[in-house]
Each structure stands twice: as C-alpha cells, then as structure tokens.
C-alpha cells in the first residue's frame, strides 16, 4: 500500500517524502544563511587594479577585499593565472563541521589553496576538500578573499 505523502513506491536511491520536504527546507532557511554572498566574482587581475577592491553582496551589501591579501595571491601564480581566478573563493560547509569543500572552477583555485596551505591537494568534481586545522590556517591567511556558502548536503 502507497503511503499518501507519495506519488510512487520509493526506489533505493530515491528520497523519501519526509527527506524530500527536509531538504526543500533547509534550502530555504539557508537562502537567508547565504543572502550576504556576493552576487558574482571578480577576478584578481581586476581586483588589483581598483583603488578600493570590492563586489556587491546580494544583500546590497559590499565585501571589501584587503589589498595585502590580493597582493599575496597574486605573488603565488602568474598573470594568466590572475586572470583566471575568481574572488572571492567559495567555501562551501555542510552537514560535516570537521570538513568543507572550496569549490574550484579551475586549476587555479586548487594552486592558491596547496600554496596557502603549504601542502598538496587534489580537487575532485570540482572541489578541494579541507579538514578544519587547513581550513583555520587558509582563512587566516586568506580572511577576506574567502567566504562560505552553507549547502544542505553533507560535503562529499
């Protein structure tokens, strides 16, 4: 007999109702968590070059950047490489509080993050995951060039 909150019997991989209403509310109270990300993402070649390095939040507000941060970044990857990375970088938090995931479009984000970290790291599916010392020490040093994205899903 089919449960009435279901459209269809439930295959393994699919989620319940329950998970399915769940999930549909955690991206709802975690669209307010994230109002105050940036509306896009400049590049550092940019960034550089503004008297007053900046982006506006989807909150209207606006995310400084320190100019000694963007000047340490640009001292770690060349000129194309500036070109090509995007601030501020992603760091998404899930369900896990011991690890996060910066999200990487490019090769570039994975270089900055092994240089900052002073050690190797591989992105897979388009993240490098980061245990909670690296993550302390990357936003230490990178504090306004990083920001997080909360997502309802367990970081995997």
Do not use: W
Not at 25 to 35: D, I, S, T
Not at 48 to 77: Q, R, W
Not at 107 to 113: G, P
Request: glycine letters at 4%; a neutral charge.
């Amino acid at each position: 007999m089919l449960n009435p909150l279901q459209d269809k019997v439930p295959m393994q991989s699919e989620q319940s109702p329950y998970e399915t209403v769940l999930q549909d509310c955690l991206r709802g109270e975690l669209r307010l968590v994230n109002a105050g990300l940036p509306k896009s993402q400049k590049r550092l070649s940019d960034l550089l070059n503004e008297k007053y390095p900046h982006v506006v939040c989807n909150d209207g507000s606006t995310h400084c950047f320190k100019k000694s941060e963007l000047e340490y970044l640009a001292s770690m990857i060349d000129a194309d490489e500036q070109q090509a990375l995007p601030l501020p970088m992603l760091i998404e938090r899930g369900g896990s509080q011991a690890e996060a995931a910066i999200i990487c479009g490019a090769k570039v984000e994975e270089k900055v993050v092994s240089k900052a970290l002073n050690m190797p790291v591989t992105s897979e599916e388009g993240r490098v995951r980061i245990y909670k010392p690296q993550l302390a020490l990357l936003r230490r040093k990178l504090r306004t060039t990083t920001v997080y994205v909360f997502s309802p899903t367990v970081v995997a």
